[in-house]
T-cell receptor
Framework: SQQGEEDPQALSIQEGENATMNCSYKTSINNLQWYRQNSGRGLVHLILIRSNEREKHSGRLRVTLDTSKKSSSLLITASRAADTASYFCATEVLSGSARQLTFGSGTQLTVLP | NAGVTQTPKFQVLKTGQSMTLQCAQD?????MSWYRQDPGMGLRLIHYSVGAGITDQGEVPNGYNVSRSTTEDFPLRLLSAAPSQTSVYFC??????????????FGEGSWLTVV
């Protein structure tokens, strides 16, 4: 079953604008991760935010986590055409030595030059 | 350091055939896993391994077998391919949860079509 659900499913913006993607989930988690997938390629890890963290930055990326609302957002500032990709959130529950990573269906971001 | 290497990149199988998708990592990661990605969906976990000799089932294990004889390799076997197994398969690896570096690294994917 899918735990993380991204919103919107597709987003189209102009270069230079900010892009915001949201992720909602259903159960308690240990951490939440965001990945990027370019067409026909593998997933690239962008950022991980732990359940006791509320905000994290990495370059032009800003991730927030609200565990009370079971939601997260990914903000990409000053977007570039190269940011065009699918973005997935994945929630992780650590169970002993097992890493239970559950992915959402993704947001397709298109940045127009 | 090649990261996570998957082979083959593309494969077409006939229904009923068997094959093995290879996955190797050179980062000395304890944890390895296989996912499948279907159109418009996120990844779903097939099998995972927390170390050599230890494997366990994920969300969609039916029709697949795995083994982990070495730390580096984690092959995925399709026993009798079915059209429903047409998908993109991703192998991933990481340190175990207790390790401070817990980024998960993915391979480039294997596109499998079963006709």
């Amino acid at each position: 079953s899918q735990q993380g659900e991204e919103d919107p499913q597709a987003l189209s913006i102009q270069e230079g604008e900010n892009a915001t993607m949201n992720c909602s989930y259903k159960t308690s988690i240990n951490n939440l991760q965001w990945y990027r997938q370019n067409s026909g390629r593998g997933l690239v890890h962008l950022i991980l935010i732990r359940s006791n963290e509320r905000e994290k930055h990495s370059g032009r990326l800003r991730v927030t986590l609200d565990t009370s609302k079971k939601s997260s957002s990914l903000l990409i500032t000053a977007s570039r055409a190269a940011d065009t990709a699918s973005y997935f959130c994945a929630t992780e529950v650590l169970s002993g030595s097992a890493r239970q990573l559950t992915f959402g269906s993704g947001t397709q971001l298109t940045v127009l030059p | 350091n090649a990261g996570v290497t998957q082979t083959p990149k593309f494969q077409v199988l006939k229904t009923g055939q068997s094959m093995t998708l290879q996955c190797a990592q050179d980062m000395n990661h304890e944890y390895m896993s296989w996912y499948r990605q279907d159109p418009g969906m996120g990844l779903r976990l097939i099998h995972y391994s927390v170390g050599a000799g230890i494997t366990d089932q994920g969300e969609v294990p039916n029709g697949y077998n795995v083994s982990r004889s070495t730390t580096e390799d984690f092959p995925l076997r399709l026993l009798s391919a079915a059209p429903s197994q047409t998908s993109v398969y991703f192998c991933a690896s990481s340190y175990s949860p207790g390790h401070s570096g817990n980024t998960i690294y993915f391979g480039e994917g294997s596109w499998l079509t079963v006709v």
